[in-house]
């Protein structure tokens, strides 16, 4: 082994070494630093638009770095203080109504069924009282709570201090790649060693394809929000259109989904309104679903990036899979890269070996002449 070959070896292992050390290294921020590159790359069109009045691209950046973060903590802070009024009121709500009021109440309304009248008769034989049995349980469940509560309180609060410490990350990233993200992008594709051609081709298909998905899943939760908030307005829930914009925010998360919103008010109806209007809700939710999720969504994100359906089902669901919500986008991004790569081994190598076999031998044998008057000259 000559010394060349020494240093190209060493080079390399030294190389992938430091590589594995940079992915420790960032391994703990990966997530807020990839939603802040898929964020950057959808608001950079914003940017693109911005820039032509504001002429500072650092300016632009700041702009609209500060949009998106209170585009974030605004609502939050928001729900958050709705969310505590509404618990502060159902603990006044709690305390003014008798423990055993209540247990008698329910029990009551359980002897009305015919199920829970057969079961008290069945209790009563064997000496047991339903009221008793109720508020037993009531107690337990109450002590399980307080239980849960003191022992993951501390848990929650430190999930929330993660979140704002990863929050900042992902904005502090997004404000850099708005300002210098080309310089990075072309960077990288320079350090790409392929031809012009095939880097355009597997750089494009990135770019088609995340464009693709979030398009398509901006779409079907736009849908979603007005299907079922048409369905709440017929069904007289209240505060129907705030509740339609929940739903369609609720659609762009990749885990839960709509049904983060239609389930409670399903409960909501079923409580207030009674069995038809949930089941209706149900049906209404069901029918939405199986529409975009099947039809819709498929046929937006399949526009653009030329893949079948069954290879985007796959890398949804795969994505989801191996990455957690990022995945939704990381996965088809893989198999639209994956396809790319195969199109340029086709065309690199395939084909040019196939023109070799297939080429005709009189065009062969007057290359060969023309190559042999030429080094005559």
């Known amino acids: 082994m000559n010394r060349e070959r020494i240093i190209v070896v060493f080079f390399f292992a030294f190389l992938a070494l430091i590589t594995y050390e940079l992915y420790e290294l960032l391994a703990p921020f990966l997530t807020p630093i990839a939603w802040a590159i898929l964020l950057a790359f959808l608001v950079h069109p914003a940017l693109t638009a911005l820039n032509g009045i504001v002429r500072n691209r650092t300016g632009c950046a700041i702009i609209l770095t500060v949009v998106i973060a209170l585009g974030v903590i605004l609502p939050a802070t928001w ?78 609060a430190s999930n929330i201090a993660s979140f704002v410490f990863h929050f900042a990350i992902a904005l502090l990233t997004f404000f850099y790649l708005l300002r210098d993200g080309e310089t990075y992008y072309e960077a990288l594709r320079d350090l790409t060693p392929l031809h012009e051609e095939d880097k355009a081709a597997i750089f494009d298909t990135l770019r088609l394809t995340l464009s693709s998905v979030m398009r398509g899943l901006m779409l079907t939760s736009l849908l979603d929000g007005i299907a079922l908030g048409a369905g709440y307005f017929i069904l007289g829930v209240p505060y129907w259109a705030l509740l339609a914009l929940a739903t369609a925010a609720a659609g762009l998360l990749p885990i839960g989904g709509t049904a983060l919103i239609w389930v409670p008010i399903t409960i909501y109806l079923f409580v207030e309104a009674g069995f038809g209007s949930a089941v209706a809700m149900v049906a209404w939710a ?83 002449r023309r190559r042999f008057r030429k080094g005559q000259r």
């Open 79 to 156: 729900l958050s203080a709705r969310l505590l009024h509404e618990v502060q009121t159902l603990y006044t709500e709690i305390s003014t109504v008798s423990p055993n009021s209540g247990v008698h109440s329910l029990s009551d309304w359980i002897r009305q069924t015919h199920l829970g009248s057969t079961g008290d008769r069945l209790l009563e034989r064997h000496g047991v009282r339903l009221e008793d049995e109720m508020q037993t349980v009531a107690l337990r469940a109450a002590k399980a709570t307080s239980d849960y509560v003191v022992v993951h309180s501390g848990a929650a």
């Open 286 to 368: 069901a029918a939405t679903l199986v529409v975009m999720d099947n039809f819709v969504k498929p046929a937006a994100m399949r526009h653009g990036t030329n893949l079948p359906t069954l290879a985007l089902f796959f890398g949804l669901a795969g994505g989801i899979s191996a990455y957690g919500p990022i995945g939704i986008f990381a996965g088809p991004a893989l198999i639209a890269v994956f396809a790319a790569l195969l199109r340029v081994y086709r065309r690199t190598y395939i084909s040019e070996s196939t023109l070799a076999k297939t080429a005709p031998p009189q065009l062969d044998l007057r290359n060969r």
